[in-house]
């Protein structure tokens, strides 16, 4: 049964993820600087975000785990990039910066939905369907895919670490400097997006392809928020070259 739930479910999530794609750049999700009490009732910062996300690696590690497929290295790699990285984002990266802005009930719903859904894609893929051998650890595509994924994991990390030592100062928002902070306006969001292109990349699968679109589906018109709040925030004082998301490009 949850092989023909596994292939029905596919293409309509790539087909919601070209509609959220769209429909962003029009409603800006209420949470962080963008926080809304119209969209519903409000809840602590670290308890939503550690809710809406603690719920990815758990889907993905079920599926994963309770899968036929024979666990190889690189299963085992694309299983520990998943979980610490999303170890980072529930828990360590809420306890670190200052417990400020809200986050509305239906925007967490919305999230821990995602998280389930593209959990269950990508574990149920790992855990039953992929092939790899031992020997695909010295393929292009695992060295090229790992090589991007580290780096966005680098930019990633960087990026939100200056955003956290603002926030920490309690001086109010600033503008952000450092790093790709210099060419574009979210280059945390441009990390991001390197990494699950990486995985991608590594797992060479229609569901890790599906998460990668998901990611600029969700971080690109975030980031367009993210620059049109700052022009008009700071005005003449913000940089008129930056572009928004990849540097030199847009």
Not at 190 to 209: R, Y
């Amino acid at each position: 049964m949850l092989y023909s739930i596994y292939n029905f479910v596919l293409i309509p999530w790539l087909i919601t993820a070209i509609i959220a794609f769209i429909l962003l750049f029009t409603v800006t999700a209420p949470y962080g600087r963008f926080s809304n009490s119209s969209w519903g009732y409000l809840v602590n910062y670290r308890l939503g975000w550690f809710l809406q996300e603690i719920i990815s690696p758990l889907s993905f590690s079920f599926f994963f785990f309770n899968g036929s497929a024979e666990k190889t290295i690189v299963s085992w790699v694309l299983f520990f990039i998943w979980v610490l990285h999303y170890i980072n984002r529930s828990i360590i990266f809420p306890m670190r910066i200052p417990n400020g802005s809200k986050i509305p009930i239906p925007v967490i719903a919305s999230a821990i939905f995602f998280n389930i859904i593209n959990g269950f894609i990508n574990g149920f893929y790992l855990g039953n369907l992929a092939a790899f051998d031992d020997q695909y650890i010295f393929s292009l595509k695992f060295i090229m895919g790992m090589l991007i994924f580290i780096i966005g994991l680098i930019i990633n990390l960087h990026s939100d670490e200056i955003l956290i030592q603002i926030k920490k100062k309690k001086a109010g928002y600033q503008i952000p400097e450092g790093g790709l902070y210099k060419f574009i306006s979210c280059p945390n969001y441009f990390g991001e997006i390197m990494e699950w292109v990486g995985f991608a990349i590594i797992s060479w699968s229609f569901p890790g392809l599906l998460f990668a679109i998901w990611t600029m589906a969700n971080l690109i018109p975030r980031a367009k928020s993210h620059h049109k709040w700052y022009l008009e925030k700071f005005e003449s004082n913000y940089p008129n070259n930056k572009k928004i998301i990849f540097p030199f490009i847009y």
